[in-house]
Protein backbone atom coordinates (compact mmCIF):
# COMPACT_ATOMS: atom_id res chain seq x y z
CA UNK A 1 0.00 0.00 0.00
CA UNK A 2 1.24 3.11 -0.68
CA UNK A 3 1.29 6.32 2.08
CA UNK A 4 -1.40 8.02 1.31
CA UNK A 5 -3.72 4.79 1.03
CA UNK A 6 -2.30 4.07 4.56
CA UNK A 7 -3.55 7.19 6.19
CA UNK A 8 -7.00 7.01 4.60
CA UNK A 9 -7.36 3.69 6.16
CA UNK A 10 -6.30 4.72 9.30
CA UNK A 11 -8.06 7.56 9.38
CA UNK A 12 -11.23 5.81 8.46
CA UNK A 13 -10.98 3.69 11.69
CA UNK A 14 -9.33 6.71 14.14
CA UNK A 15 -12.83 8.42 15.37
CA UNK A 16 -11.79 9.90 18.55
CA UNK A 17 -9.67 12.65 17.21
CA UNK A 18 -8.66 16.20 18.94
CA UNK A 19 -10.55 19.12 18.61
CA UNK A 20 -8.32 19.81 15.44
CA UNK A 21 -9.48 16.89 13.44
CA UNK A 22 -6.48 14.94 11.31
CA UNK A 23 -5.39 16.17 7.88
CA UNK A 24 -3.33 18.75 9.00
CA UNK A 25 0.54 19.47 9.48
CA UNK A 26 -0.30 18.26 13.67
CA UNK A 27 -2.94 17.85 15.37
CA UNK A 28 -4.34 19.60 18.55
CA UNK A 29 -6.73 20.24 21.39
CA UNK A 30 -7.87 23.38 23.11
CA UNK A 31 -7.13 24.60 26.49
CA UNK A 32 -9.20 27.54 27.46
CA UNK A 33 -7.56 30.01 25.26
CA UNK A 34 -4.92 28.52 23.92
CA UNK A 35 -4.30 25.24 21.58
CA UNK A 36 -1.91 22.80 22.35
CA UNK A 37 -0.59 21.65 19.61
CA UNK A 38 1.18 17.97 18.53
CA UNK A 39 2.76 16.69 15.71
CA UNK A 40 5.09 13.02 15.07
CA UNK A 41 7.52 12.27 12.39
CA UNK A 42 9.93 9.36 11.68
CA UNK A 43 13.10 9.64 10.13
CA UNK A 44 14.20 5.99 8.76
CA UNK A 45 18.11 5.67 7.87
CA UNK A 46 16.71 3.85 4.28
CA UNK A 47 15.08 6.63 2.72
CA UNK A 48 15.67 9.85 4.56
CA UNK A 49 19.59 9.79 5.45
CA UNK A 50 21.78 9.79 2.36
CA UNK A 51 25.15 8.64 3.01
CA UNK A 52 27.01 12.15 2.65
CA UNK A 53 24.79 13.50 5.62
CA UNK A 54 26.80 13.33 8.92
CA UNK A 55 25.40 11.37 12.23
CA UNK A 56 25.05 15.50 13.59
CA UNK A 57 23.17 16.53 10.52
CA UNK A 58 20.84 13.33 10.77
CA UNK A 59 20.19 14.29 14.32
CA UNK A 60 19.76 17.94 13.41
CA UNK A 61 17.07 16.83 10.83
CA UNK A 62 14.83 14.59 13.26
CA UNK A 63 14.14 17.80 15.30
CA UNK A 64 13.87 19.97 12.29
CA UNK A 65 11.05 18.16 10.71
CA UNK A 66 8.71 18.04 13.85
CA UNK A 67 9.71 21.66 14.74
CA UNK A 68 8.35 22.31 11.12
CA UNK A 69 5.03 20.67 11.21
CA UNK A 70 4.20 23.19 14.38
CA UNK A 71 5.15 26.09 12.45
CA UNK A 72 3.27 24.80 9.62
CA UNK A 73 0.22 25.19 12.27
CA UNK A 74 1.17 28.84 13.59
CA UNK A 75 2.70 27.55 17.16
CA UNK A 76 5.40 27.98 19.19
CA UNK A 77 7.33 24.79 19.83
CA UNK A 78 7.21 24.51 23.08
CA UNK A 79 9.23 20.72 23.56
CA UNK A 80 10.49 17.91 21.56
CA UNK A 81 10.21 13.93 22.46
CA UNK A 82 11.96 10.98 20.75
CA UNK A 83 11.98 7.48 19.92
CA UNK A 84 15.36 5.83 18.90
CA UNK A 85 15.45 2.35 17.15
CA UNK A 86 18.94 1.17 17.03
CA UNK A 87 20.40 -1.67 15.05
CA UNK A 88 23.51 -3.42 15.43
CA UNK A 89 25.95 -1.80 12.56
CA UNK A 90 25.14 1.65 14.44
CA UNK A 91 28.17 2.12 16.52
CA UNK A 92 28.98 4.58 19.49
CA UNK A 93 30.48 7.56 17.56
CA UNK A 94 27.97 7.53 15.23
CA UNK A 95 25.12 7.98 18.02
CA UNK A 96 27.69 10.50 20.01
CA UNK A 97 27.01 12.04 16.75
CA UNK A 98 22.89 12.28 16.46
CA UNK A 99 23.05 13.45 20.08
CA UNK A 100 25.27 16.52 19.13
CA UNK A 101 22.72 16.91 16.09
CA UNK A 102 19.92 16.53 18.34
CA UNK A 103 21.35 19.30 20.92
CA UNK A 104 22.30 21.83 18.29
CA UNK A 105 18.71 21.56 17.09
CA UNK A 106 17.31 21.98 20.75
CA UNK A 107 19.33 25.12 20.91
CA UNK A 108 18.93 26.51 17.60
CA UNK A 109 14.87 25.91 17.89
CA UNK A 110 15.05 27.31 21.83
CA UNK A 111 13.13 24.00 22.59
CA UNK A 112 13.77 21.38 25.59
CA UNK A 113 14.14 17.92 24.89
CA UNK A 114 10.92 16.60 27.43
CA UNK A 115 10.89 12.34 26.88
CA UNK A 116 13.54 9.92 24.93
CA UNK A 117 13.19 6.29 24.86
CA UNK A 118 15.73 3.61 23.13
CA UNK A 119 14.94 0.20 21.45
CA UNK A 120 16.68 -2.60 18.79
CA UNK A 121 15.43 -2.20 15.58
CA UNK A 122 16.22 -3.35 11.96
CA UNK A 123 17.19 -0.03 10.60
CA UNK A 124 18.15 3.22 12.64
CA UNK A 125 15.28 5.03 13.46
CA UNK A 126 14.56 8.57 15.04
CA UNK A 127 10.77 9.15 15.88
CA UNK A 128 10.58 12.18 17.08
CA UNK A 129 7.62 14.10 18.32
CA UNK A 130 7.04 18.29 19.09
CA UNK A 131 4.36 19.89 21.00
CA UNK A 132 3.59 23.52 20.51
CA UNK A 133 0.90 25.91 21.35
CA UNK A 134 -0.90 29.16 19.46
CA UNK A 135 -3.80 31.07 20.10
CA UNK A 136 -5.12 30.40 16.53
CA UNK A 137 -3.95 27.56 14.54
CA UNK A 138 -3.90 27.28 10.98
CA UNK A 139 -5.07 24.44 8.76
CA UNK A 140 -4.70 23.49 4.86
CA UNK A 141 -8.23 23.76 4.40
CA UNK A 142 -8.52 27.77 5.15
CA UNK A 143 -8.06 28.74 1.89
CA UNK A 144 -10.20 31.32 0.23
CA UNK A 145 -10.98 32.75 -3.39
CA UNK A 146 -9.09 36.06 -3.66
CA UNK A 147 -6.40 34.78 -1.46
CA UNK A 148 -2.88 34.97 -2.38
CA UNK A 149 -0.40 31.93 -2.51
CA UNK A 150 2.85 32.49 -0.95
CA UNK A 151 6.15 30.86 -0.17
CA UNK A 152 9.11 31.53 2.78
CA UNK A 153 12.78 31.06 1.02
CA UNK A 154 13.63 29.63 -1.99
CA UNK A 155 12.20 26.07 -4.17
CA UNK A 156 14.52 23.52 -5.34
CA UNK A 157 17.94 23.16 -3.42
CA UNK A 158 16.98 19.98 -1.62
CA UNK A 159 16.52 18.08 -5.18
CA UNK A 160 19.00 19.63 -6.92
CA UNK A 161 21.23 19.21 -4.11
CA UNK A 162 20.51 15.10 -3.82
CA UNK A 163 21.01 15.06 -7.58
CA UNK A 164 24.14 16.43 -7.95
CA UNK A 165 25.25 13.59 -4.87
CA UNK A 166 23.57 11.19 -6.55
CA UNK A 167 24.90 11.55 -10.36
CA UNK A 168 28.59 12.82 -9.18
CA UNK A 169 28.22 16.06 -10.82
CA UNK A 170 31.05 18.22 -11.52
CA UNK A 171 29.75 21.93 -9.57
CA UNK A 172 31.69 24.73 -8.34
CA UNK A 173 32.19 24.47 -4.48
CA UNK A 174 30.47 27.59 -4.15
CA UNK A 175 27.49 25.88 -6.27
CA UNK A 176 27.61 22.95 -4.00
CA UNK A 177 27.26 24.42 -0.35
CA UNK A 178 24.16 26.67 -1.70
CA UNK A 179 22.38 23.44 -2.71
CA UNK A 180 24.33 21.07 0.26
CA UNK A 181 22.85 23.92 2.89
CA UNK A 182 19.54 23.29 2.01
CA UNK A 183 19.47 19.26 0.89
CA UNK A 184 21.47 17.92 4.29
CA UNK A 185 21.00 20.80 6.84
CA UNK A 186 17.22 22.57 6.31
CA UNK A 187 15.56 25.39 9.09
CA UNK A 188 12.17 25.23 9.98
CA UNK A 189 10.30 28.37 9.51
CA UNK A 190 9.19 28.70 12.86
CA UNK A 191 9.46 32.90 13.52
CA UNK A 192 7.43 32.98 10.39
CA UNK A 193 4.69 30.10 10.97
CA UNK A 194 4.20 32.01 14.23
CA UNK A 195 3.55 35.40 12.59
CA UNK A 196 1.35 33.21 10.06
CA UNK A 197 -0.80 32.47 12.39
CA UNK A 198 -2.69 35.56 13.36
CA UNK A 199 -2.62 36.79 9.43
CA UNK A 200 -2.98 33.92 7.35
CA UNK A 201 -6.30 31.81 6.23
CA UNK A 202 -3.71 28.12 5.59
CA UNK A 203 -0.35 26.86 5.52
CA UNK A 204 1.61 24.04 4.77
CA UNK A 205 5.07 22.87 5.13
CA UNK A 206 6.96 22.09 1.95
CA UNK A 207 7.86 18.44 2.90
CA UNK A 208 6.93 15.84 0.49
CA UNK A 209 7.29 18.78 -2.57
CA UNK A 210 5.06 21.85 -3.34
CA UNK A 211 2.97 20.30 -6.21
CA UNK A 212 1.89 18.01 -3.81
CA UNK A 213 1.04 20.45 -0.69
CA UNK A 214 -0.71 22.55 -3.10
CA UNK A 215 -2.94 19.85 -4.44
CA UNK A 216 -3.57 19.22 -0.64
CA UNK A 217 -4.50 22.71 -0.01
CA UNK A 218 -6.57 22.86 -2.89
CA UNK A 219 -8.46 19.97 -2.42
CA UNK A 220 -9.02 19.91 1.44
CA UNK A 221 -10.37 24.11 0.62
CA UNK A 222 -12.47 23.28 -1.98
CA UNK A 223 -11.15 25.57 -4.27
CA UNK A 224 -8.35 25.91 -7.75
CA UNK A 225 -5.04 27.20 -7.03
CA UNK A 226 -3.58 29.13 -9.90
CA UNK A 227 0.29 29.50 -10.23
CA UNK A 228 3.31 31.14 -12.24
CA UNK A 229 6.23 29.69 -13.26
CA UNK A 230 7.67 33.29 -13.24
CA UNK A 231 6.57 33.77 -9.64
CA UNK A 232 8.30 30.59 -8.45
CA UNK A 233 11.50 31.79 -6.35
CA UNK A 234 14.27 29.86 -7.67
CA UNK A 235 18.08 30.49 -7.27
CA UNK A 236 20.81 30.03 -9.51
CA UNK A 237 22.15 27.91 -8.32
CA UNK A 238 19.02 25.12 -9.19
CA UNK A 239 19.06 26.94 -12.96
CA UNK A 240 22.82 25.56 -13.00
CA UNK A 241 22.55 22.06 -11.83
CA UNK A 242 19.02 21.77 -14.41
CA UNK A 243 20.87 22.85 -17.24
CA UNK A 244 23.51 20.14 -16.40
CA UNK A 245 20.92 17.67 -15.98
CA UNK A 246 19.08 18.80 -19.21
CA UNK A 247 15.81 19.15 -16.40
CA UNK A 248 13.79 22.37 -16.31
CA UNK A 249 14.48 24.15 -13.12
CA UNK A 250 10.47 24.85 -12.48
CA UNK A 251 9.69 20.89 -12.42
CA UNK A 252 12.90 21.02 -10.05
CA UNK A 253 11.22 23.48 -7.72
CA UNK A 254 7.46 21.69 -7.90
CA UNK A 255 8.78 17.96 -7.31
CA UNK A 256 11.86 19.00 -4.58
CA UNK A 257 10.73 17.86 -1.35
CA UNK A 258 12.19 18.35 2.58
CA UNK A 259 12.73 21.96 1.70
CA UNK A 260 10.83 22.98 4.82
CA UNK A 261 8.93 25.89 3.81
CA UNK A 262 5.92 27.17 4.06
CA UNK A 263 3.36 27.77 1.75
CA UNK A 264 0.54 29.81 3.07
CA UNK A 265 -2.57 32.09 1.54
CA UNK A 266 -3.29 35.44 2.49
CA UNK A 267 -5.82 37.68 1.79
CA UNK A 268 -4.25 40.58 -0.52
CA UNK A 269 -4.48 43.33 1.93
CA UNK A 270 -2.91 41.59 4.72
CA UNK A 271 0.29 40.30 3.16
CA UNK A 272 2.39 44.11 3.44
CA UNK A 273 1.42 43.13 7.38
CA UNK A 274 4.16 40.15 6.84
CA UNK A 275 7.38 41.20 8.29
CA UNK A 276 9.39 38.29 6.59
CA UNK A 277 10.44 37.90 3.19
CA UNK A 278 8.44 35.99 1.03
CA UNK A 279 7.11 35.34 -2.76
CA UNK A 280 3.45 35.51 -4.18
CA UNK A 281 3.24 32.33 -6.33
CA UNK A 282 -0.08 32.43 -7.23
CA UNK A 283 -3.66 33.24 -5.64
CA UNK A 284 -6.72 31.31 -4.55
CA UNK A 285 -9.79 31.33 -6.98
CA UNK A 286 -13.08 28.76 -7.14
CA UNK A 287 -12.85 26.04 -8.75
CA UNK A 288 -11.05 22.87 -8.00
CA UNK A 289 -7.58 21.45 -8.58
CA UNK A 290 -3.95 23.25 -9.40
CA UNK A 291 -2.98 24.88 -12.31
CA UNK A 292 0.41 26.40 -13.62
CA UNK A 293 0.54 29.00 -16.68
CA UNK A 294 -2.61 27.86 -17.08
CA UNK A 295 -2.72 24.11 -17.62
CA UNK A 296 -3.07 21.46 -14.91
CA UNK A 297 -0.62 20.85 -12.66
CA UNK A 298 -0.48 16.74 -11.93
CA UNK A 299 0.21 16.15 -8.11
CA UNK A 300 4.05 15.07 -8.24
CA UNK A 301 6.18 14.94 -5.25
CA UNK A 302 7.36 12.07 -2.64
CA UNK A 303 5.17 9.53 -0.80
CA UNK A 304 6.58 6.50 1.08
CA UNK A 305 5.64 2.66 -0.27
CA UNK A 306 5.44 4.36 -3.67
CA UNK A 307 8.87 3.64 -4.60
CA UNK A 308 8.84 5.91 -7.98
CA UNK A 309 11.52 7.99 -8.53
CA UNK A 310 10.74 10.41 -11.20
CA UNK A 311 14.50 11.33 -11.58
Not at 206 to 225: C, F, P, Q, T, Y
Request: charged share 30%; with cysteine; net charge negative.
Amino acid sequence: MRESEIIRLFMRRLKNQGDLPLGDDAGAIRLGDVWLVATDDMLVRKTDVPDIMTPEQVGFKAVTMNVSDVAAVGAKPLGFLFSLGVPWDVNEDYLEGIAEGIEKALEFYDVPVLSADTNEADDLIIDGAALGVTERPLTRSGAKPGDLVCVTGDLGRALAGYLVWREGLEAPEKTLKVLYEKFLEPKARVREGIKLSGIANSAIDVSDGLSKELHLLARMSGVRIELGSESLPIRDEVIEVAGLLGKDPVELALLSGEEFELVFTVEPEKAPSLDFDFSVIGRVVEGEGVYLDGKPLFPLGWEHMEHMNVY
